[in-house]
């Protein structure tokens, strides 16, 4: 009775169930050969080869028959990458049933492709289509050969065949979908493809996250969204779901979000290169490290070379942390191709920016500008040039222009900032009010307004702004922070607390507000164990984050418990092992509590992490110094010169040395 329940929950397609059924008859009676090849059959279908192969493997053992046992093993173990485990048992196995056989050396011809051995593959295939001639699966592996040698009309005709014969065949909608995508650039028919690939089985895990990638690349992000928690419902738990999910709160620029979603993927597939991408690309945010992204944009453009959108990231990520020439050697591969697009030149040219060259940078901006005349971006950035020719009237003039015409607020917020740098508030005023009218309701150009009015002095006019930002949104830090900063102007500081505790209401979570509460408690006298609770909050907040660490150090080296801050800074580097900003912190209070030998090697792991970097280098001559030992601190201060010629720290170091020296 429970195995013919079972064949019925298998026919409505409820594995679940049809899988309690069965294991409770076997549990009843362990040597139900059927049953166990149900099983297995049913555990294929939802996703677990391995087990599935264990129940096969003993539904050999009880004798079922070979013909409706083995094509079902054949297949369990292809998807658990056996490729040559499959060639090796079945590929001179005959099943006398023609649908048996056909299955069984499709799954050969399979294993064989994966092996690289054509011939074979296409032996074996022959042989499939002989047992049952337009045998779908067999049709199907000669499309995708076909799509292989990029006869994609072959690839095509062959699998509207098989659709044709089978409409139900969601392998076929599948690779119809890719095909249209990759040959065709057919988007629409594409997205129709999968869709009815998922009509037929709704737990495709890759033909829903084709889907999302396609309307990404159309930046419908409603309708992606709406794909994930479609996927979500049938595969919670997989990782490509989260990696779906973290992609998406990236796009929303929702990033703890996604950095608390990343890690659970990377914590079982550390490898993948687009989580290592996404991971990066959270670390380049503001609160996040450049040089954690610089290790994790390395490894994913490592395991993936040709992915543009890393090799961009990493390039961006190597401006931030001021190593221009380094960015330029990563763009290098796609600077060389003809037709290089705008976002790649532009990074380029302010690379070339940055390390003094506004000549090559012009050109490369001025190259963007004439592949599209419509790039605000690139035309921002010329008009940026025209500041570094000191030529200011014209650099103002071109961002006027474009912020009136642009209808994003790109140029916006570059003359907004323009005036700022030149405290032209007044006429950052103007270019505000233009910038409101281009986002009505949002905080920020209120925010921004209240800024302005402190270059002003106009304190009553900035608190008036400041607190219109936060009606608008009240987890707004840097309103909130600015509000905060006049209370205390004004000796309220139990006023400031409130603003931080109002936002903690709001977003319970803020790393940057729990600090600030912190840091108010601080200078109000509180002891140092208060101070240290409220800072471990903001810890636990965000343990991946290393601004609260950073703060505790801070706050214990200050209180002079060199002890606990040499623990905390310990704590934080192993939490974040490749951080080199809490690795200075440790050797720094290494050094500090005399652990000289320990700071050496801290300071050592440093610049193996940042070999362009010339600070390690002086911090371990500051060691040698204190050890005394002033022949390897010249050895320290000369390679930090050789790094940076016009370090005048190492110049001056190097000259005390030799006045020691005599």
């Given amino acids: 009775m429970l195995v013919q329940s079972a064949k019925t929950y298998i026919a409505k397609k409820d594995n679940k169930a049809a899988i309690i059924q069965l294991k409770t008859a076997l549990q009843g009676k362990p040597d139900l050969a059927e049953a166990r090849l149900l099983l297995g059959q049913t555990l294929l279908d939802s996703g677990d080869p391995v087990s599935a192969e264990v129940e096969l493997r003993k539904a050999v053992a009880l004798k079922h028959p070979d013909a409706a046992v083995l094509p079902v093993l054949a297949r369990s173990m292809l998807q658990q990458g056996q490729v040559k485990k499959v060639t090796e048992a079945y590929a001179s196995t005959e099943l006398a049933d023609p649908g048996a056989a056909a299955d069984l050396k499709t799954s050969v011809a399979v294993a064989f492709a994966a092996q690289g051995n054509i011939k074979l593959r296409d032996a074996a295939l022959a042989s499939a289509l002989e047992s049952v001639p337009d045998y779908g699966p067999a049709v199907l592996v000669r499309a995708r050969a076909a799509a292989q040698q990029r006869d994609f009309d072959t690839a095509l005709k062959l699998t509207d065949t098989v659709l044709s014969k089978t409409p139900d065949n969601y392998e076929a909608w599948q690779l119809k979908g890719d095909l249209l995508l990759f040959a065709k650039a057919d988007s629409a028919g594409a997205v129709d493809a999968h869709r009815k690939a998922l009509a037929v089985r709704g737990d495709l895990v890759p033909t829903h996250a084709s889907i999302v990638s396609i309307l990404l690349s159309q930046r419908d992000v409603a309708g992606a969204t709406a794909q994930v928690d479609a996927l979500k419902k049938v595969a919670p738990h997989h990782p490509q779901t989260k990696l779906l999910q973290a992609e998406l709160a990236f796009i929303k620029s929702d990033f703890k979000a996604a950095k608390e979603l990343i890690q659970q993927v990377l914590k079982v597939a550390p490898e993948n290169a687009k989580a290592l991408q996404i991971a990066g690309a959270i670390e380049i945010q503001p609160g996040g490290s450049t040089a954690q992204a610089e290790r994790l944009l390395t490894k994913s453009l490592q395991k993936a070379p040709g992915v543009v959108p890393t090799r961009r990231l990493l390039a961006q990520t190597y ?37 003094g060259d506004p000549k090559k940078a012009e050109a490369l901006y001025t190259q963007a500008a004439k592949q599209d005349p419509a790039d605000v971006r690139s035309r921002t950035a010329l008009a940026l040039v025209e500041f570094s020719k000191g030529h200011a009237d014209a650099a103002y003039s071109q961002l006027e222009q474009l912020a009136a015409s642009d209808p994003g607020a790109i140029a916006d917020m570059t003359l907004i900032n323009a ?105 109000e006298g509180a002891n140092k164990d208060e101070v240290s609770k409220l800072i471990d909050k903001a810890v636990r907040a965000d343990p991946a984050a290393a601004a609260p660490r950073q703060a505790m150090i801070d706050h214990l080296a200050r209180s002079k418990d060199v002890k606990a801050a040499l623990a905390a800074a310990q704590d934080a580097v192993a939490a974040q092992p490749d951080s080199v900003e809490l690795l200075d912190t440790l050797g720094r209070v290494q050094a500090s509590v005399g652990e000289t030998h320990q700071a050496i090697v801290t300071f050592n792991k440093f610049s193996e992490l940042r070999p362009k970097s010339s600070l390690p280098h002086l911090r371990l001559a500051a060691v040698y110094i204190a050890m005394k030992n002033n022949d390897a601190a010249r050895q320290s201060l000369q390679r930090a010169l050789s790094i940076t010629p016009n370090l005048l720290e190492a110049q001056r170091g190097l000259i005390l040395l030799e006045l020691a020296a005599g």
């Fill in 419 to 523: 005036y700022f740098r030149q405290a032209k508030f007044d006429a950052a005023l103007k270019a505000i009010d233009n910038l409101e009218r281009k986002q009505p309701g949002k905080p920020l150009a209120f925010d921004l307004r209240g800024r302005a009015h402190l270059g002003r002095k106009d304190v009553a006019a900035a608190r008036q702004s400041f607190e219109k930002a936060l009606s608008l949104d009240p987890k707004y830090f840097s309103a909130a922070a600015s509000l905060a900063t006049l209370d205390l102007a004004d000796k309220k500081p139990e006023l400031a607390k409130q603003r931080f505790d109002a936002l903690l209401k709001a977003d319970p979570q803020n790393t940057q507000a729990l600090l600030a509460v912190a840091n108010l408690r601080a200078r």
């Fill in 319 to 355: 401006l931030r942390s001021g190593q221009p020439k380094r960015a330029l050697e990563t763009l290098e591969p796609l600077l060389d191709k003809p037709g290089a697009d705008n976002e790649t030149l532009a990074i380029a040219a302010q690379a070339h920016l940055q390390n």
